[in-house]
């Protein structure tokens, strides 16, 4: 069962060890923690697009109702 093995035997072998199992898990996290990220800072930037379209459309109601009351006096003016 036990084989004696040289010096040799073992270049280029990998083995596991507890700070290179955690270095791997930290790796992992971060990357699993800037993929969240990511698609929370998508849905952000969406939802600002969102909002900046109903701000303008808000802009553009109120710039109608002021030019629409302004020609309808300029109306009543005229004879």
């Known amino acids: 069962m036990s084989e004696e093995r040289g ?10 060890c507890a700070p290179g199992l955690r270095l791997q898990a930290h790796e992992r996290l971060s990357r699993v923690q800037m993929e969240s990220l990511g698609r929370r800072l998508d849905k952000i ?26 020609f ?8």
């Not at 010096?7 to 990998?14: E, R």
């Not at 697009?49 to 109608?64: A, F, I, K, N, S």
């Not at 309808?72 to 004879?79: A, D, F, I, T």
């Open 72 to 79: 309808q006096s300029v109306l009543e003016q005229v004879p």
């Open 7 to 16: 010096p040799g035997d073992w270049v280029g072998a990998s083995f596991d």
């Open 45 to 70: 930037e969406e939802m600002i697009e969102r909002l900046e379209r109903r701000l303008w459309l808000t802009v553009y109601g109120v710039v109608g109702v002021i030019l629409a009351q302004a």
